[in-house]
T-cell receptor
Framework: QKEVEQDPGPLSVPEGAIVSLNCTYS??????FMWYRQYSRKGPELLMY????GNKEDGRFTAQVDKSSKYISLFIRDSQPSDSATYLC??????????????FGTGTRLTIIP | GAGVSQSPSNKVTEKGKDVELRCDPI?????LYWYRQSLGQGLEFLIY????????KSGLPSDRFSAERTGGSVSTLTIQRTQQEDSAVYLC???????????????FGPGTRLTVL
């Protein structure tokens, strides 16, 4: 079993819909939780960053972390065709040196249909 | 400013050959990471360099893989005697380091797509 599980999709939703992306994990030592967006043939770019449990909102994006359930989510409101990409969750235990050794999910491929 | 750059963008090689992949991190970033992205596998950590400290090589899959970082900047990932299972996208990332050793967000390059025939 992988440390981080993520449904690979693909997921297709109409423009304007709310998108929900999720990851589960097994390592209780994970403290830092991130969501990356990756367009085709590009490197991942950081979308959201959360430490420990709770919610964080940034524009149309909301990240949620529930450490008791080992479950994280990313919500995208008013989805746009430009949101079409692969979304990767990532986690790290953290230490004195911060966020080295990220453990990634496999990524969910999302398509927003105009 | 310029982001992380990697070269070549694509590399096709024959089984058994050695390959070198290059990463130029963002100027001033002291931390540098290599990851491998295989189809359906997500990103897999390979190696981590932090300043002048000994690198964390715990993710390297075999002794055919090695990496070095010269002058605290450019890094080269070398794969010896390539195998077909080495085919993947190799991604490099860099991050800055704050006081007390905490590292910032990892910024990724576009990757090198390696195909071993």
């Amino acid at each position: 079993q992988k440390e981080v599980e993520q449904d690979p999709g693909p997921l297709s939703v109409p423009e304007g819909a709310i998108v929900s992306l999720n990851c589960t994990y097994s390592n209780s030592a994970f403290q830092y939780f991130m969501w990356y967006r990756q367009y085709s043939r590009k490197g991942p770019e950081l979308l959201m960053y959360t430490y420990s449990s709770g919610n964080k909102e940034d524009g149309r994006f909301t990240a949620q972390v529930d450490k008791s359930s080992k479950y994280i989510s990313l919500f995208i409101r008013d989805s746009q065709p430009s949101d079409s990409a692969t979304y990767l969750c990532a986690m790290s235990e953290g230490s004195n040196f911060g966020n080295e050794k990220l453990t990634f999910g496999t990524g969910t491929r999302l398509t927003i249909i105009p | 400013g310029a982001g992380v750059s990697q070269s070549p963008s694509n590399k096709v090689t024959e089984k058994g050959k050695d390959v070198e992949l290059r990463c130029d991190p963002i100027s001033g970033h002291t931390a540098l990471y290599w990851y491998r992205q295989s189809l359906g596998q997500g990103l897999e950590f390979l190696i981590y360099f932090q300043g002048n400290s000994a690198p964390d090589k715990s993710g390297l899959p075999s002794d055919r893989f090695s990496a070095e970082r010269t002058g605290g900047s450019v890094s080269t990932l070398t794969i010896q005697r390539t195998q077909q299972e080495d085919s993947a996208v190799y991604l490099c990332a860099s991050s800055s380091t704050f006081l007390a050793g905490f590292t910032d967000t990892q910024y990724f390059g576009p990757g090198t797509r390696l195909t071993v025939l």
